[in-house]
């Protein structure tokens, strides 16, 4: 009877014990698990994309490096400068009319976009397209933005054309810019070339795209309007 009572008190103490122990493993396991899991970073956001859709200006056309001395590249030191969350993304096309634009616009927006830079007409203007011709591509651009991005912010860089293109010409060309910025309501940098442009020393020879020193003006009239839109 007695040994019946003492395998009882044995088999009981075991089960405790093995109860208790089970119990601190858990325990144990629960605050490695715990533990694991605060240690764990949380993912940080991706930058936002400034993309640059432009011509033979935005590709850095005739520097020694585009990748870094382009106006758009200037503009990326000067975003991680002010710690801003922002990769710019360079869609610059040498030769590209607005025409050329329209065409290639869908292609491109398969890249996500927050802040579209649309620099096109140059080239419009010094071949004489019609204004209203350029003024119908850059609108469709605009518009094929805001339908695929319609959280996305727009910036219109103005241009002009030499006075040789006659002044009637040239006068309704610049006024376009500003036309659109309004009709679409979307940021306007009133002249790309702002103290650049006729400027021979800021100029290569060809008199029309901007040197290393040129490109780093020019980033600097962009950056002026767009560091208010980021």
């Known amino acids: 009877m007695i040994e019946h009572k003492v395998k009882a008190l ?7 014990a093995a109860c208790s122990n089970a119990g601190q493993q858990q325990q144990a396991t629960d605050s490695t698990t715990a533990a694991s899991t605060a240690a764990v970073p949380a993912k940080s956001k991706p930058n936002k994309v ?24 200037v503009v990326q030191d000067k975003i991680k400068e002010a710690k801003l969350p922002y990769t710019v993304v360079n869609a610059g096309n040498s030769g590209e009319t607005s025409a050329g634009g329209r065409g290639r616009i869908d292609w491109v927006l398969k890249q996500k976009v927050d802040v579209f830079v649309l620099e096109l007409g140059a080239n419009d203007g010094l071949r ?11 609108q469709t651009i ?23 293109m006659g002044a009637g010409y040239a006068s309704q060309f610049k006024a376009m810019f500003t036309q659109l910025a309004e009709k679409n ?16 020393k800021l100029n290569q020879d060809d008199g029309i795209h ?21």
């Open 50 to 73: 400034v993309l640059f859709f432009g011509d033979s200006l935005t590709a850095g056309y005739g520097l020694e490096d585009p990748a870094t001395e382009a106006y758009p590249s």
């Open 128 to 138: 004489g397209v019609p204004v209203i011709e350029t003024t119908r591509n850059l």
């Open 142 to 164: 605009i518009h094929s933005v805001k339908s695929k991005y319609p959280d996305a912010k727009i910036v219109l860089a103005g241009m002009q054309v030499p006075p040789s």
């Open 10 to 16: 044995l088999i009981s103490s075991l089960l405790l």
């Open 185 to 200: 309501k979307v940021t306007l940098i009133p002249f790309l070339l702002q103290n650049v442009g006729g400027v021979a």
């Open 210 to 230: 901007p040197t290393k020193e040129g490109a780093k003006v020019v980033a600097d009239n962009v950056w002026s309007v767009l560091k208010n839109v980021l």
